[in-house]
């Protein structure tokens, strides 16, 4: 997998001096990746699926980390100041990830209060199920979006 | 459920020979995988991914709706994964900023505001969903119910007259509630 590109859709908005992307991350349309003047760097790993209308916001000094292999479902939002994501989790739809929050690896957000619950560490199987997601997009995306 | 008369502005609307209208600032993947059955309205915002289809050769859709149905502003519709096409049939109405990820819907269902509908959700005919219901993945909702909560659960049993109610509500937003 190392060496992938990442597979960025044209609408999407990714604005900051310092945003440092892995490999293989696929950034579905209209996600917000947004660094603010001053703020610290935005790093994200590696293989991470964005949906649509994701935000990932940092106004903070503090450097914001996203681990490998998350799945953000559409319309969450990641809000800056310390918060974190470790690897392997999935964010629900319309959840939000709020201020000073460390998300543990393997965490699922879900719900109206954003609870995270853990799910067992990814099996080989399940970890190339993502996978082979994430090549799936890496292939059709490109085909209806001019990626950058 | 009167649906207050809304106002569009004509230029940002592309009317099509079968009396859809699109939105202009909507956002539309994949055109060439979506059908539309005639009369339905993309509303502003709205953002239908068609992008998402069975990689391989032949055509295939990723996204079928029916006539008379209403998608208002910042809906979100995409197919459940990839390989499965999301189906919807007739007079379905939308409220805004609902996420819907299911595998079908019947005609006559009315999801309201803020509703997540999960992957590979069956909706069948004539049914509610309330306003921020969240609807688990892989659920199967039967006719003629009204789904509510956050996980959403069965609360009731909607009318009889659904039928006749969704299609009078939706016919007529068409026809005269969305004028431009």
């Known amino acids: 997998m190392a060496g992938q590109s990442n597979v960025v859709c044209a609408n999407v908005q990714i604005t900051g001096a310092c945003v440092e992307l892995g490999m293989g991350n696929v950034f579905q349309p209209l996600v917000r990746i947004i660094q603010a003047d001053g703020a610290g760097a935005i790093i994200i790993g590696n293989n991470n699926i964005f949906e649509e209308q994701v935000t990932i916001f940092n106004s903070s000094a503090n450097e914001m980390h996203i681990g490998d292999n998350n799945l953000f479902n559409s319309g969450c939002a990641l809000l800056g100041d310390e918060s974190q994501v470790g690897d392997g989790c999935i964010i629900g739809p319309r959840c939000t990830i709020a201020a000073r929050r460390r998300v543990p690896a393997n965490s699922i957000i879900f719900g109206q209060e954003h609870t995270a619950r853990a799910q067992s560490p990814a099996t080989p199987a399940a970890q190339a199920v993502h996978i082979k997601h994430v090549e799936y997009l890496r292939e059709v995306l490109p085909k209806y979006h001019t990626s950058t | ?180």
């Open chain 2, 1 to 180: 459920m009167e649906a207050a008369v809304v106002r569009y502005h004509r230029p940002d609307y592309i009317e099509t020979d079968t009396g859809n209208k699109v939105c202009r600032k909507s956002a539309i993947f994949g055109s060439q995988n979506i059908v539309l059955g005639g009369k339905t309205i993309i509303q502003n915002n709205v953002v239908v991914r068609g992008d998402l289809r069975r990689a391989g050769a032949g055509h295939a859709v990723a996204i079928a709706i029916g006539k008379f149905c209403n998608l208002c502003p910042g809906v979100i519709v995409r197919p459940p994964y990839k390989t499965y096409k999301g189906v919807f049939s007739d007079h379905v109405l939308i409220e805004e900023g609902s996420i819907v990820e299911a595998a079908s819907i019947g005609s006559y269902v009315h999801i309201g505001k803020d509703c997540i509908i999960g992957r590979f959700v069956m909706i069948k005919d004539c049914v509610r969903i309330l306003d921020g219901a969240v609807v688990p993945p892989n659920t199967v909702i039967p006719p003629f119910s009204i789904v509510g909560g956050n996980l959403a659960t069965v609360v009731g049993e909607w009318t009889d007259a659904a039928q006749e109610v969704m299609e009078d509500v939706t016919t007529r937003f068409y026809n005269q509630g969305f004028v431009g």
